[in-house]
């Protein structure tokens, strides 16, 4: 991203060479740990997927049968990230694709950005108490958390994590 904090610095200063330091995330706020039993809503906006793909495989290797809903916004099916391990159906993983400019043919949703009626149809309800991860652009993620408190959910069960330029 032209305005980001570190693409800059990876596209112009960085040389083949040159030797980075890299850690994981800073604190623990955006994990999900397998001795949460309450059902997870994660919420992605294009490669907002990453983390939320981490909780869905700790979930895998510590066995754990928590129900997940994962709904992934999209440009086009194309823009799918991790398709072959989200295809792969694991129980209690429910994956559901919004696609913003393109869908596929036959699709029952006209391409458009994240709406409340895709939360209720695809998420959980708030009742369930779920926890709620969202990741992705700071608009899409604002959207979507918004969304979601409007939806009934508690903001103290929504986590969001963004990514996008500084200065804005």
């Known amino acids: 991203m032209p305005d980001g ?3 800059p610095y990876l596209a112009d200063v960085m040389e083949p060479g040159d030797q980075l330091e890299l850690r994981g995330p800073v604190g623990g706020w955006f994990v999900w740990h397998p001795e949460d039993l309450a059902p997870v809503l994660l919420v992605a906006g294009g490669s907002g997927i990453v983390p939320l793909m981490a909780m869905i495989r700790v979930r895998r290797a510590a066995g754990s049968r928590v129900p997940f809903r994962l709904v992934h916004s999209v440009r086009t099916p194309e823009d799918r990230y991790y398709q072959p391990e ?3 159906g694991q129980g209690g993983l429910d994956v559901s694709y919004l696609y913003t400019r393109s869908g ?3 699709a029952d949703r006209v391409p458009t950005r994240i709406r ?3 939360l209720h149809r695809d998420g959980w309800p708030a009742e369930f108490e779920p926890s709620c991860y969202v990741c992705g652009p700071t608009g899409f993620v604002e959207t979507a958390a918004d969304l979601l408190v409007d939806l009934g959910h508690p903001a103290d069960r929504i986590r969001t994590e963004r990514f996008g330029p ?3």
């Open 5 to 7: 904090e570190v693409s």
């Open 86 to 88: 989200l295809r792969l």
């Open 104 to 106: 596929p043919e036959g």
């Open 116 to 118: 409340a009626a895709d």
């Open 166 to 168: 500084t200065g804005g």
